[in-house]
């Protein structure tokens, strides 16, 4: 596609279920970034991936957060035993990689655990 | 953590006037870049500035780059009713992209 996919565009799940968030970066960009967003700030930085590896996931929250990009494409945000602080719109932007390169983002996932 | 702040954190102006938000960040950046966000969905992208650039255009858009104040500001010029959204600016060091909370403006018909 042209631009970045998120799936599902809405999540809305029980308190101590299982979810797991999709993202289709642009053809041919190797980083790919998840952000969460909270009403009313900034995105905030989750995950970053080079290619396969995940470079830096120092923004994950705890160990219930896990994201994975098996094949260097498509990317899963993986969310263990639900909590209601965890509804947010979940972000996806993917890049060419380089230093100074625009990074580009998805509708995002707006989950809400209830 | 949120790097940039931006200033102010609302803004209300007629349509046709200008607008102009500003960021300040703390560390060193190689770049500084610009999104518009409507409904707080999806972020478009605007502008990238580089570190070693002092100002940018794109149609109605200016954006200037003080690294010495470690500041930039974003000008919409002519502003039309469909600027309204929030802005945030995001500094780039490395890989990474951080964000401020970011300015709301509401352009008046």
């Known amino acids: 596609g042209a631009g970045v996919s998120q799936t599902p565009s809405n999540k809305v799940t029980e308190k101590g279920k299982y979810v797991e968030l999709r993202c289709d970066p642009i053809?041919?960009?190797?980083?790919l970034y998840w952000y969460r967003q909270s009403l009313g700030q900034g995105p905030e930085f989750l995950i970053y991936?080079?290619?396969?590896?995940?470079?830096?996931d120092s923004g994950l929250p705890n160990d219930r957060f896990f994201a994975v990009r098996p094949e260097g494409s498509v990317s899963t945000l993986k969310i263990q035993r639900t909590e209601r602080g965890d509804s947010a719109v979940y972000l996806c932007?993917?890049?060419?990689?380089?230093?100074?390169?625009?990074?580009?983002f998805g509708q995002g996932t707006r989950l809400t655990v209830v | 953590s949120q790097q940039g702040e931006e200033d102010p954190q609302a803004l209300s102006i007629q349509e046709g006037e200008n607008a102009t938000m500003n960021c300040s960040y703390k560390?060193?950046?190689?770049?500084l870049q610009w999104y518009r966000q409507n409904s707080g969905r999806g972020l478009v992208h605007l502008i990238l500035?580089?570190?070693?650039?002092r100002e940018k255009h794109s149609g109605r858009l200016r954006v200037t780059l003080d690294t010495s104040k470690k500041s930039s500001s974003l000008l919409i010029t002519a502003s039309r009713a469909a600027d309204t959204a929030s802005y945030f600016c995001?500094?780039?060091?490395?890989?990474?992209?951080?964000f401020g909370a970011g300015t709301t403006v509401t352009v008046r018909a």
């Open positions: 932007a993917s890049s060419l990689g380089y230093k100074n390169t625009e990074a580009f």
């Open positions: 053809s041919g960009h190797t980083a």
């Open positions: 991936f080079q290619g396969t590896g995940a470079a830096d």
């Open positions: 560390t060193s950046i190689n770049n």
């Open positions: 500035i580089r570190s070693n650039e």
């Open positions: 995001a500094t780039g060091h490395d890989y990474k992209l951080s």
